[in-house]
């Protein structure tokens, strides 16, 4: 089983370089991602990076909201529902939720399920 199936992903990918030490890694690096996607990481790297700097906590409550400026030329838009990968958090938009509720791994709490 690989990493995208053991968390119940539609598809996985990661590539890294360490200018430090020159080390590259990749897994399927050469996949298309939407960068919706791929901002995840460092949102949730800052997120776990101002609780362990005591600047938030895991309980530090945020606005949900669906709608983005875009980087292209600044217009809004929002995320269907039929194409938002969590429905959890689309159904919260208005609410706000936890900084733990956000940044947990909700393909690992449904695999637990099953």
Avoid: C
């Avoid at 690989?2 to 990661?14: F, K, M, N, P, R």
């Avoid at 609410?95 to 947990?104: G, V, Y």
């Amino acid at each position: 089983m690989d990493a995208g199936q053991a968390a119940s992903a539609e598809a996985v990918a990661v590539a890294f370089y360490d200018y430090h030490h020159l080390t590259a890694w990749e897994y399927q690096a050469e996949r298309w991602f939407h960068a919706a996607s791929t901002i995840k990481v460092p949102v949730l790297l800052g997120a776990v990076a101002a609780i362990a700097e005591g600047r938030l906590k895991a309980s530090s409550r945020v606005h949900v909201r669906n709608r983005f400026l875009s980087v292209v030329d600044g217009k809004p838009f929002r995320i269907d529902s039929a194409r938002d990968s969590n429905q959890d958090v689309h159904a919260a938009v208005g609410r706000t939720l936890q900084i733990r509720e956000l940044a947990r791994l909700d393909a690992w709490e449904r695999a637990s399920r099953t």
